[in-house]
């Protein structure tokens, strides 16, 4: 069992930034592949964000390339969530996930294991 908590989120004006942190208990952080997604009211949990266990490896969806990069520290059990040039679309829950002994990257939601409560960001215009 892993518990996945996210921190970072916030409201923040159009163009600025917010790093969004996912700590993970447990103690083979490295064999999980990791990924963010998020939930905007009314819509569907879509896909953010991705990391392969060593880190090495990394996807992000198209609506936020070039804005938003995913990395992690496996030291410190924490895969982290850098959104820069953010836009108002960019508002929703952000949830951070596992997947279990899995090194590649996951795009797929169902593929998932493990989820976290969610953290609300919200960016005004």
């Known amino acids: 069992q892993v518990v996945l908590v996210e921190s970072g989120g916030g409201l923040v004006q159009a163009g600025g930034s917010l790093r969004l942190s996912c700590a993970a208990s447990?103690?083979?952080?490295?064999?999980?592949?990791m990924g963010w997604f998020r939930q905007a009211p009314g819509k569907e949990r879509d896909f953010v964000a991705a990391i392969s266990g060593s880190g090495g490896s990394t996807a992000v969806a198209d609506s936020v390339k070039g804005r938003f990069t995913i990395s992690r520290d496996n030291a410190k059990n924490t895969v982290y969530l850098q959104m820069n040039s953010l836009k108002p679309e960019d508002t929703a829950v952000y949830y951070c996930?596992?997947?279990?002994?899995?090194?590649?990257?996951?795009?797929?939601?169902?593929?998932?294991?493990?989820w976290g409560q969610g953290t609300q960001v919200t960016v005004s215009s």
């Open positions: 996930a596992a997947k279990r002994t899995s090194t590649v990257v996951v795009i797929i939601r169902a593929s998932y294991d493990y």
């Open positions: 447990g103690r083979t952080f490295s064999s999980y592949s």
